[in-house]
């Protein structure tokens, strides 16, 4: 059963969010009303695939679509030109015309990945999001931003295209390793900063029950994010204005992971950060009330979030900073919040603030 729905309003590109528990067996039903074409092709990875592709396979062979398979190993390294390129083979080699459909069943990976070639495969495909991180399910499947990355950087070959629906299953999360949910909670947070004091005292007094996935905090906190996602992306799709705002804690937070080489934070965990860093920043220039500035780290303080003291050079964060492909002529932009529920983009950031922050990241979250 469907137990809420979402639009995303885009003109003749709206669609629908879907939010239920167990609702497997309407999947292809719900493809049918959406006119989704016969032939489908599933993308997924290998883990997602051990615990959900079989089901879904099933459900839809049942309603008599003609399904197909592509299961890839998990990481963000799949993430490549070269990957999509075997995928487009593989789709070449199977005969799968413009009349056909991707569904991405799984985390941001997947959904991005998938993305990516639904967009370009044939000058586009229809897409389908079935997102099984709570990553995924809050942000990445919402929105239309698809992509791969390049060795030079993150996400630098990518476009924007639309899903035909979304479709969140919160059981899906019951397998998702702990580490996972705390990537997920990550962007639950930034969304209470940026736009909503009132969802952010929510998690303050959920947190504990919400890390656990107790279903029904789930929904609500699951539906609160993609209500906010999906009317920034409404308002602009395409990142002229509005939706930069969806980067707070991301300016720091991209510079940590890179600086860490991909390998010391996972995306979450550094988006984290870069709001314990960002509201830090935030309060030194005056722009943050001190009083939120301690509700927001003593949250973020409350996630198993520790790394080596020194796995962050300075210089090499600072370097990565600049050249985030949001900075402007070598500046970083940064999303500061001015109060819980609302943030002001700030081009003039000095850098001993910005290592004032990362003094303070060190000391707090640091190990040895
Ligand atoms: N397009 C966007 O707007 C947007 C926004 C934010 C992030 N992203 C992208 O999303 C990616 C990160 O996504 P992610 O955090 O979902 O990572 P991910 O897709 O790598 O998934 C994390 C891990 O969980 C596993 N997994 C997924 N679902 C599972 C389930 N239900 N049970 C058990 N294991 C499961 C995966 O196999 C993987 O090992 C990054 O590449 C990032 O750039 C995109
Ligand atoms: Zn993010």
């Not at 459900?59 to 190993?73: A, D, E, G, M």
């Not at 991707?102 to 229809?126: C, E, M, P, W």
């Not at 005292?201 to 279903?215: F, G, H, K, M, S």
């Not at 943050?288 to 300075?314: C, T, W, Y």
Request: overall charge positive; some cysteine; glycine content about 10%.
């Amino acid at each position: 059963m469907i137990h809420r729905q979402i639009d995303v309003a885009l003109g003749d590109r709206s669609y629908p969010i879907y939010f239920g528990k167990g609702f497997g067996s309407s999947f292809a039903p719900t493809c049918q009303q959406h006119g989704i074409p016969e032939r489908i092709v599933i993308l997924t990875d290998s883990n997602v695939a051990h615990h959900y592709l079989d089901p879904i396979e099933k459900n839809l062979r049942h309603f008599k679509f003609s399904v197909s398979s592509i299961v890839i190993p998990p990481g963000e390294h799949q993430k490549s030109l070269s990957r999509a390129n075997q995928i487009y083979t593989q789709l070449l080699k199977e005969g799968v015309g413009r009349k056909s459909a991707i569904v991405a069943l799984g985390g941001g990976v997947v959904g991005d990945l998938a993305g990516f070639v639904a967009a370009t495969y044939q000058r586009g495909v229809t897409l389908v999001q079935v997102p099984t991180t709570l990553l995924a399910q809050v942000d990445s499947s919402v929105g239309g931003k698809v992509a791969v990355n390049h060795p030079l950087g993150k996400n630098m070959i990518g476009s924007f295209f639309q899903p035909r629906f979304v479709w969140i299953d919160a059981d899906t999360l019951s397998t998702l390793p702990a580490r996972e949910v705390v990537c997920g909670l990550g962007e639950v947070a930034k969304y209470g900063v940026v736009f909503d004091a009132e969802f952010f005292a929510y998690l303050e007094t959920n947190l504990e029950r919400i890390q656990q996935l107790d279903p029904e905090l789930m929904l609500t906190v699951q539906a609160r994010c993609c209500e906010l996602k999906a009317h920034v992306v409404s308002e602009d799709e395409r990142e002229q204005g509005l939706r930069i705002v969806l980067n707070y804690g991301h300016t720091v937070g991209h510079a940590l992971e890179a600086a860490g080489s991909y390998r010391v934070l996972k995306h979450g965990e550094a988006v984290l950060l870069g709001m314990a860093a960002e509201s830090f920043i935030a309060r030194e220039l005056g722009l943050l009330p001190p009083g939120d500035h301690e509700r927001i780290m003593k949250l973020v303080q409350r996630f198993p979030l520790r790394f080596g003291k020194n796995s962050f050079a300075p210089a090499r964060v600072l370097a990565a900073l600049t050249r985030d492909k949001k900075s402007i002529d070598g500046k970083a932009r940064f999303v500061l919040p001015v109060r819980l529920g609302e943030v002001q983009v700030v081009d003039e950031v000095g850098s001993p603030v910005v290592r004032a922050s990362l003094r303070q990241l060190a000391d707090v979250f640091g190990t040895k």
